[in-house]
């Protein structure tokens, strides 16, 4: 079973930065691509970035392209996102999940989805 863990949201001002990290353990084998998603309060659940472990195929939300970079240390197991002149639109709870490739975790993620971190922009 893979497990997903997420860290380091926080509150942060409009226009600011944060990143936030997704280590991924237990049965990683089947694991070739690691997706970002959020939730805000009231919406459904949606795709932000994805990467595969050699890191040679990106995708992004179009609402955060230019201004969030996904990354990844593939001995770590762990995908970064970084996320850059933020705003209010960005408060969500962010989530990681994964699949076996890009395209498919964009649509059909299929580990856990484990416990969020909260990312709130004030304005």
């Known amino acids: 079973q893979v497990q997903p863990a997420v860290s380091g949201g926080r509150l942060v001002q409009a226009g600011g930065s944060l990143r936030l990290s997704c280590t991924i353990s237990?049965?990683?084998?089947?694991?070739?691509?690691v997706g970002w998603f959020r939730q805000a309060t009231g919406k459904e659940r949606e795709f932000v970035a994805g990467?595969?472990?050699?890191?040679?195929?990106?995708d992004y939300a179009d609402s955060v392209k230019g201004r969030f970079t996904i990354s990844r240390d593939s001995a770590k197991k762990t995908v970064y996102l970084q996320m850059n002149n933020v705003v209010p639109e960005d408060t969500a709870a962010y989530y990681c999940?994964?699949?076996?490739?890009?395209?498919?975790?964009?649509?059909?993620?299929?580990?856990?989805w484990g416990q969020g971190t909260q990312v709130t922009v004030s304005s």
């Open positions: 999940n994964t699949a076996t490739t890009v395209p498919l975790v964009r649509e059909y993620p299929t580990g856990p």
């Open positions: 237990g049965s990683t084998f089947s694991v070739s691509a």
């Open positions: 990467i595969n472990w050699n890191g040679g195929i990106i």
